[in-house]
């Protein structure tokens, strides 16, 4: 068997050391006895945006990026999006084993119990703007849930950790449904467990005077799947965040809210938004080439494309791709698909993005399919953070339990000025550039 291990020459003073290969990866504390001297501190990696450092070691997805695969505790993600529903794939990740059916019945009726929100949650949601983003105000409001759940402090404490989950997981499309229905200043539908995860949370966004809102079946099957390819993928930004934050043992709603604040931003979560924002701006396919032109120009990027791990097609673009087609068949096309379709054809026959492995991603179809359901742009994101809470959670509660982990505290190259002396006032001229 080869030798897994790894010699190392500094160059700075001839000395080799060797340091042992594990997983593919060697451990960035094996260089810290790499030293010019006793008074060195020693060697550090030098990895900003995390390109090629691997935080932790997990057990819950698995992603290979150049194959287009994506797994969730070992099963493929078109196996899952095909036969379960989203809560039997949130048990999956939560406990790492696909339920029996007594054990579904348990899970789907402990997570429908907790989706009611304390009254006092719906007076605080009802301070907000009525313009104010969905996402401000899910994020706000899974952070003060805090206050509620005092005891979700004792994160060490099992039972404590996996009531809370089960309260957030059972809450956010309540809350999800409660700011959507704020903005319209409409009344709002309180939870009904018996409709299930997605067809209450339809309910509670779309029902208006008829005495019982019948969700449709494909379009209540299009957002059970859309959920489950949403629910988790490793270590992407707001799961990162969720693990930073939850490393200083911050209690899971104010972590979980951090996860929110990262997933919102337009380079993360915020893409399905501006995917919708740019088809508009294109409005129709002759204007197609130009904007690829203005994106290979650096103007701006082609938002929905392009990912940090996948150098090939994202796996969950393509069942979008085929759940976009269903919901067609009931909502009626939308145009936008025509625009994006015609969009990726060129782009993927085009130098600038084959040289740069950019493919879709899953944000690029989703914004049309959640159009087409009747959803506003400024709620995409939310129906991402719905789900992505469960891979949160799952990757906070392996974050607690292993040995490994410690507060993350990312070390730094200091560029900054030499030990200097201080300056008073009237010595320091009329005008400084200062960078701000
Ligand atoms: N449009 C045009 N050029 C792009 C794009 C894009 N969407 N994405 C990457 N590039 C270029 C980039 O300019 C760079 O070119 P060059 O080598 O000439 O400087 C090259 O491709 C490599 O890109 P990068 O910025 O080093 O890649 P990254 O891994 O740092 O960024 C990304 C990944 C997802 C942030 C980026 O591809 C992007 O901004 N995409 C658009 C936003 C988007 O769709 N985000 C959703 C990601 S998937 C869902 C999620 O996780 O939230």
Not at 24 to 53: E, S, W
Not at 147 to 170: K, W
Not at 268 to 290: D, F, R, T, W, Y
Request: proline share 6%; glycine share 6%.
């Amino acid at each position: 068997m080869a030798d897994e291990s790894l010699t190392i020459t500094d160059n700075r003073t001839q000395k080799t050391y060797t340091v042992p290969i594990e997983k593919g990866t060697v451990r960035a504390m094996d260089l810290r006895q790499i030293k010019t001297g006793p008074d060195d501190f020693g060697l550090m990696t030098y990895d900003p945006a995390f390109m090629n450092t691997a935080s932790c070691k997990s057990a819950i997805t698995y992603l290979d990026g150049d194959a287009g695969i994506l797994r969730y505790r070992g099963y493929p993600i078109e196996q899952l999006a095909e036969n379960c529903t989203f809560l039997e794939v949130a048990y999956l990740l939560l406990h790492g084993e696909l339920p029996t059916e007594t054990e579904l019945e348990k899970w789907n009726s402990e997570i429908m119990y907790h989706s009611l929100i304390h009254e006092n949650v719906k007076s605080f949601m009802g301070g907000f703007h009525y313009d104010a983003h969905p996402m401000g105000i899910l994020m706000s409001t899974v952070a003060a849930l805090a206050t509620f759940y005092p005891e979700s402090r004792n994160i060490h404490d099992p039972a404590s950790r996996r009531l809370q989950t089960v309260r957030l997981v059972g809450k956010m499309p309540t809350l999800a449904a409660f700011a959507y229905r704020h903005r319209l200043g409409m009344p709002y539908i309180y939870p009904d467990p018996d409709l299930g995860y997605t067809r209450n949370y339809m309910n509670m966004l779309w029902k208006r005077t008829e005495p019982k809102y019948a969700a449709n079946d494909v379009l209540a099957r299009a957002l059970e799947v859309l959920f489950i390819l949403h629910a988790d993928h490793e270590q992407n930004c707001s799961t990162s965040t969720m693990r930073a934050v939850g490393s200083s043992t911050a209690d899971p709603y104010a972590t979980a809210a951090a996860a929110i604040a990262a997933l919102s931003g337009p380079l993360h979560g915020g893409a399905n938004e501006e995917v919708l924002h740019m088809l508009h701006l294109i409005g129709e396919k002759q204007n197609i080439p130009a904007y690829i032109q203005s994106v290979k120009d650096g103007k701006h990027k082609l938002m929905g494309f392009g990912h940090r791990v996948y150098k090939n097609y994202d796996p969950r673009a393509r069942i979008i791709k085929q759940v976009a087609s269903e919901v067609f068949e009931v909502t009626g096309r939308n145009p936008k698909i025509d625009i994006a379709l015609e969009l990726e054809k060129i782009a993927l026959s085009d130098e600038y993005f084959i040289k740069r492995k950019l493919y879709p991603n899953v944000d690029f179809y989703s914004g049309i399919i959640y159009e087409a359901m009747g959803f506003n742009p400024d709620q995409f994101t939310v129906l991402f953070g719905i789900p992505r809470t469960v891979g949160w959670l799952a990757q906070w509660q392996e974050m607690l339990q292993d040995p490994e982990q410690k507060i993350a505290r990312p070390r730094q190259v200091y560029i900054g000025p030499d030990s200097r002396d201080f300056v008073p006032m009237w010595q320091r001229g009329k005008t400084q550039t200062v960078n701000a």
